[in-house]
Structure formats: structure tokens, C-alpha cells
């Protein structure tokens, strides 16, 4: 569900008209829903509300300091990978303690920010690790929470790229080596054991692999919890969203026909068997909490007709949002103003030096013209926070509406901040 839709003709993210943004702001212009970001928080803690559950928003989905900002307030902890993201729940008045830290390298300087900012629990990824922390932790004299992440070695049927809990991958710890590792960590003077981690992989759009992974890993849990006294199971993230028929889906009513994966469907199928733990349930949705609450505006620069291909070239490009180019991630494009139907096979390309700079190929599409601006959809997690300078091309600005008020939550990055930090030499 989100708050995007045609009102009058024209498309609008709750009461304000995306045109009249592009206008004031310019394009590439990233635009964000508060009210799906919200509804999509208060939705997942409610389905769940049967357990002790703690949402930790993964903050790399997107980590604007005023959409962690808008979580915090609702009650979201955050799932964080780097001291740049510590930073940023700080800044975006989080909780640390709520927050858990995740990652295959946090180096020295990432524990002792871990540790000083107050993380609810490390969620080391190796025994290496471990050792590590528990070092650092006895150098600044603190206990250190822990969990171990664990590879469950289940298929979670997404794309190559973003599959993370199969034994190939590098992430967790295998079964075969996991209680070594705990009973490990419990010899480490300066570590606290308090829970059990794990994540499938990104974009998942059927409750069987989740539900696959943690009966698996239930047994192991309540043996932990026996012989360490574990308090808490994650379960990482990976909640899919819908991209094609993403307009659609604003629509309570296309529910009803769809067999998208839904918070309730997701919790009623995981509930009965994460309850008996009696152990606190935390959740790490990214993409889940923020896809769809997201759109990329950009102007159509030129039309160029080839042999074979009707090119649109447009002002966003892969620096901008790369999940297309990455992943062969889908995004639907739209029109600003309503399509009277007719429609043209285009590709749609950005300005970037790289054959990969595409938002779609071989897409029918409602016909557009120079000057127009479209709306890749559901652009709101691993957009901006994916975007790099590539081609000296500045960050676009990010907006967040709240009804009828749009918020400028990023300025559009200037030229003089763009060679920020370089200097010339002899
Ligand atoms: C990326 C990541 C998530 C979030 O994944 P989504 O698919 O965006 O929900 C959660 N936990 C960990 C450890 C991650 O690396």
C-alpha cells in the first residue's frame, strides 16, 4: 500500500501534486511519502503484536536522516552496517539501544563507536570477530552484547545478487561451525551473549523460504537459550515488495485479487512457530518499510529513433538509481499527467557514459514528449542511498511530503561540494 496516485489527471504522492515539485525543485528528484512510511511501520508491528517484537528498520534501505527520524518516533530501533549509519541514527535521534549492528568487517574503530553509542547487540558475523570485539570491549572496560549470525543455508529464490543465507554466501556463520562459536564466545571475558541472528536475502515475495529458514533454526534457538540464556531471535529482513503493477497496489482493492506477500500473511505464518520461544522477536525490514514509499521524478531530455530502438532519454541516470543496471531490478514508469491511452515500445535511458545506464528496455509505455516529466516507481529503498557521482553528476534533492507540505530533506548537492575535499597539486 502507498500513498501515490492520479487525482484530477495529474500524479500525486498524498495531496501534492508531483508536477508543481518537479517545477519548484528540478529534476532528478527523489520524493518520499511520509504517511506509507508510517503506515507501512505501523502495519508490520501490528500483525506482529502477538510477540515482544522490535522492528529494526535496516538503514541502508534508506537512510535520510529525516525518514530514520520519522521511525524513531514511531518506535523503530535500526539495523546498522557501518559507523557512518551509527552516525546517522545519533543525528536522527534513534535509539542505539535499540539498534543492532551488523556487517561482515566492522573494524576496530566501528566496535568502538558500537560501544560507546550504547548498540543493543553486535551481531558478529565470524569467530574472528569475536575475538575482536571482546578485546576492544576489555580495553574500554564495557561487557559487549552479542549474537552470532547464523547461515542457515536456505534458498530464499531472489536474485543472485541479493541472496545472502545460502552456504556460499559470506555471510553467518554455517551450521556446522555455530555452536563451536558460541561456546567460544562464552569463554570471551567481555562479551554477553544475547541472541541469535539470521537473513535469507532481500526482495522475497512468498513466506516459504522465511518459514523454510526458521523452522529450521527454531531447535537451535531453544538450545541456546538453554545454554546461554538468549534473549533475543532476529530474523533479519527481506520482506518483498511489489514492483510491477506498482500504482495498482496503492489501491486497497487490488489486494484482494493479488497474492503479494502481506505483513499479516508474512506474520500469520511465522507467529505459531516463533511464539513458544517466549524470546524477544526482532524484525529488520529495509525495502519492506521504504520501497514503495518512494518515487524518482525525471524530465524527458530528448527522443532519438534508432533501427531498431525508440530511445527516451532522460535526466536520472544509473548514478542515481542503479537498481536496474545492478540487479536487473524492475521499476514501472509513469507519466506525470494522466496517459489518454496511447502507449509506445521505448527504452528509456539516463545520461551516464554506460551502455548499462537504463530504467527499462523494450517497455510499452504511455507516450511522453520532450519537456515531460515521469515517475520511476517505487524507488524509495536503495535509491538515493546507492546514488554516486559518477560522471561529476550531483546528488539529486530529496523530498518528503506530509500531506499537502513538501519537505526539502536533502538540498540538491552543489557544484563546489562535488570537488569538496580535492585539491590541486604541483
Ligand atoms: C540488507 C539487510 C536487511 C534488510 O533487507 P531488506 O530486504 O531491505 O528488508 C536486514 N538485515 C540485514 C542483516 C541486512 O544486511
Redesign the pocket.
Known amino acids: 500500500m502507498h500513498s501515490f496516485g492520479y487525482q484530477n489527471g495529474s500524479l500525486h504522492c498524498e495531496a501534492t501534486d508531483l508536477q508543481a515539485l518537479a517545477s519548484e525543485h528540478g529534476t532528478p528528484l527523489f520524493v518520499y511519502s511520509k504517511k506509507t512510511i508510517l503506515d507501512n511501520y505501523q502495519r508490520l508491528a501490528s500483525a506482529m503484536s502477538e510477540l515482544d517484537c522490535q522492528i529494526c528498520f535496516?538503514t541502508?534501505?534508506n537512510s535520510n536522516i529525516a525518514v530514520l527520524n520519522q521511525l524513531a518516533k514511531a518506535g523503530a530501533g535500526f539495523?546498522v552496517?557501518s559507523s557512518g549509519e551509527i552516525f546517522r541514527v545519533e543525528k536522527a535521534g534513534g535509539d542505539p539501544g535499540k539498534c543492532t549492528f551488523?556487517g561482515v568487517a566492522k573494524t576496530r574503530a566501528e566496535i568502538e563507536h558500537g560501544l560507546k553509542a550504547g548498540i543493543y547487540s553486535f551481531?558478529a558475523e565470524s569467530e574472528a570477530e569475536l575475538v575482536l570485539i571482546d578485546k576492544v570491549a576489555g580495553e574500554m572496560g564495557v561487557k559487549a552484547p552479542v549474537a552470532l549470525?547464523l547461515n542457515p543455508n536456505v534458498d530464499a529464490k531472489t536474485h543472485a545478487k541479493?541472496t545472502?543465507g545460502k552456504s556460499g554466501n559470506k555471510f553467518g556463520i554455517d551450521f556446522d561451525f555455530i555452536r563451536d562459536a558460541y561456546a567460544r564466545a562464552s569463554k570471551l571475558p567481555n562479551l554477553n551473549i544475547r541472541g541469535l541472528?539470521m537473513?535469507i536475502?532481500?526482495?522475497l515475495t512468498t513466506a516459504a523460504p522465511f518459514i523454510e529458514a526458521v523452522e529450521k533454526v527454531v531447535p537451535l534457538v531453544e538450545e541456546l537459550k538453554a545454554a546461554y540464556g538468549i534473549e533475543f531471535f532476529s530474523i533479519?529482513?527481506?520482506?518483498g515488495i511489489v514492483y510491477e503493477d506498482s500504482l495498482a497496489s496503492g489501491d486497497p482493492a487490488w489486494w484482494e485479487t493479488s497474492d503479494a506477500l502481506t505483513p499479516e500473511e508474512y506474520a500469520a505464518k511465522l507467529v505459531p512457530s516463533l511464539k513458544p520461544l517466549a524470546l524477544k522477536i526482532i524484525l529488520?525490514?529495509?525495502?519492506?518499510m521504504v520501497g514503495n514509499a518512494g518515487v524518482l521524478l525525471t524530465e524527458v531530455i530528448y527522443e532519438k529513433q534508432g533501427t531498431t530502438k525508440l530511445f527516451k532519454i532522460v535526466d536520472a541516470g544509473m548514478n542515481d538509481l542503479i537498481r536496474p543496471t545492478l540487479y536487473e531490478g524492475h521499476h514501472d514508469i509513469v507519466p506525470l499527467q494522466e496517459s489518454d491511452g496511447e502507449t509506445e515500445v521505448v527504452d528509456v535511458v539516463g545520461p551516464v557514459c554506460e551502455s548499462g545506464d537504463y530504467f527499462a528496455t523494450n517497455r510499452e509505455l504511455a507516450k511522453v514528449e520532450e519537456g515531460d516529466v515521469i515517475a520511476v516507481l517505487s524507488a524509495g529503498?536503495?535509491g538515493f542511498v546507492m546514488a554516486s557521482n559518477y560522471n561529476s553528476r550531483p546528488y539529486p534533492a530529496e523530498i518528503l511530503v506530509d500531506g499537502e507540505t513538501a519537505h526539502v530533506i536533502r538540498q540538491r548537492q552543489s557544484m563546489d561540494d562535488l570537488i569538496a575535499g580535492e585539491t590541486i597539486v604541483e
Open positions: 535496516a541502508k534501505a539495523d552496517v551488523a551481531n549470525r541479493i545472502t541472528q537473513h536475502g532481500s526482495q533479519g529482513g527481506g520482506i529488520e525490514p529495509g525495502r519492506y529503498a536503495y
